[in-house]
């Protein structure tokens, strides 16, 4: 019998020691993974693009007993990322988990793809996929062998068409193709490379960019086969699964976290 089949399986999942970069971390799925992982036994850098979120997510993070920095960063430029990494190995030593969360809309309109400007292509494309291939190359250098990426992509990436969604969808695809290759390529460290794929979730990314009223989610949520959206929560243990000693034989695969088969 190998030591893991005769540990207790709760402590596969702790994460006691770890260290976490969870970009993305000021709101919605972002703090929600942050915390998932601060109450395993992770410390956490929190990144993102306005202090005041990340400041309150540290806040919680610190009632929680566990070692919090917080770096304003905007994933589309280089030089952020790899401040992000510096500071985080100055504060805490070798990363062990990066959590590649920061993506969405942020305010570009969807639409039939004979709508979409360059400009908002462009745009999409740098948040949801440029990003997670630069921060994904920084984390290498920040990674200690052994350790873990997760990428934070959609269902809409999955390999059907999605009309009216066109843009979004073609980038979350392409994550989910760079999950599988980073796996690939970063196994001879031991780093393992998967991702989660949230569904239909109430977050305010998706307020924004739907427009609907807390009646219409509702409605969507009664839609869904096990009659409510997604939550935060849900997506955060899915992360501390990944990022755990659970999931050790795990890579290059995409969590589908949606309540739908």
Request: charge should be neutral.
């Amino acid at each position: 019998m190998t030591t893991q089949q005769t540990r207790d399986v709760l402590d596969l999942f702790r994460l006691d020691g770890g260290v976490a970069v969870v970009t993305g971390g000021g709101t919605g799925i972002g703090r929600a993974i942050a915390r998932g992982l601060a109450s395993a036994g992770a410390d956490i850098a929190l990144a993102g693009r306005r202090p005041e979120p990340l400041a309150k997510v540290a806040g919680e993070i610190g009632l929680l007993g566990r070692r919090v920095i917080t770096i304003p960063t905007d994933v589309t430029v280089r030089a952020d990322l790899e401040r992000l990494a510096e500071q985080t190995v100055a504060a805490f030593g070798p990363v062990t988990i990066w959590v590649n969360n920061a993506g969405g809309l942020q305010g570009e309109p969807m639409g039939v793809l004979t709508a979409v400007t360059e400009e908002s292509w462009h745009n999409i494309f740098a948040r949801n996929l440029t990003a997670v291939w630069a921060a994904s190359v920084v984390a290498q250098g920040a990674l200690a062998d052994g350790g873990v990426i997760i990428n934070v992509s959609s269902t809409a990436g999955s390999t059907r068409g999605a009309p009216g969604h066109g843009v979004y969808s073609a980038a979350k695809v392409a994550v989910n193709h760079l999950t599988q290759t980073l796996a690939l390529e970063c196994a001879p460290r031991r780093i393992r490379v998967n991702a989660i794929a949230p569904g239909h979730t109430q977050t305010e990314d998706y307020e924004e960019a739907s427009g609907f009223t807390d009646r219409q989610f509702e409605k969507l949520g009664a839609k869904q086969p096990l009659g409510r959206l997604g939550q935060p929560d849900d997506f955060a243990a899915a992360a501390v699964f990944l990022a755990s000693v659970a999931s050790s034989w795990i890579t290059g695969q995409i969590l589908t976290v949606s309540g739908t088969p």
